[in-house]
Nanobody, 116 residues
Framework: QVRLVESGGDLVQAGGSLRLSCVAS????????MAWYRQAPGKQREWVAD???????NYAESVKGRFTISRDNVKRTVNLQMNNLKPEDTAVYYC??????????WGQGTQVTVSS
């Protein structure tokens, strides 16, 4: 079973930056699409960005131009560089597979709080 461990969340002011990281155990990481998701208080979990095994990326409109997703298949990590953060980015951030039908068990997530 793959284990996902997210880190890098913090309390920042609006306009600030954070870099989130997710480490995935397991040898199949390099061949699967990965994604970041987030869940704000009282809201459903939503997709933020994804990166395919070949490196192609996609972003939600709300974060396009501010967030950058990347992956390191050797280190089995997927990262999310978040710039120009807004209060509405406040959420617990999770990583998982890009395909919802193939989700691994969710990690504990990492809290991002953006103050205005």
């Amino acid at each position: 079973q793959v284990r996902l461990v997210e880190s890098g969340g913090d309390l920042v002011q609006a306009g600030g930056s954070l870099r989130l990281s997710c480490v995935a155990s397991g040898s199949t990481f390099g061949i699967v699409g990965m994604a970041w998701y987030r869940q704000a208080p009282g809201k459903q979990r939503e997709w933020v960005a994804d990166v395919r095994s070949g490196g192609n990326t996609n972003y939600a409109e709300s974060v396009k131009g501010r967030f950058t997703i990347s992956r390191d298949n050797v280190k089995r990590t997927v990262n999310l560089q978040m710039n120009n953060l807004k209060p509405e980015d406040t959420a617990v951030y999770y990583c998982n597979r890009r395909n919802p039908a193939l989700y691994w068990s969710w990690g504990q997530g990492t809290q991002v709080t953006v103050s205005s």
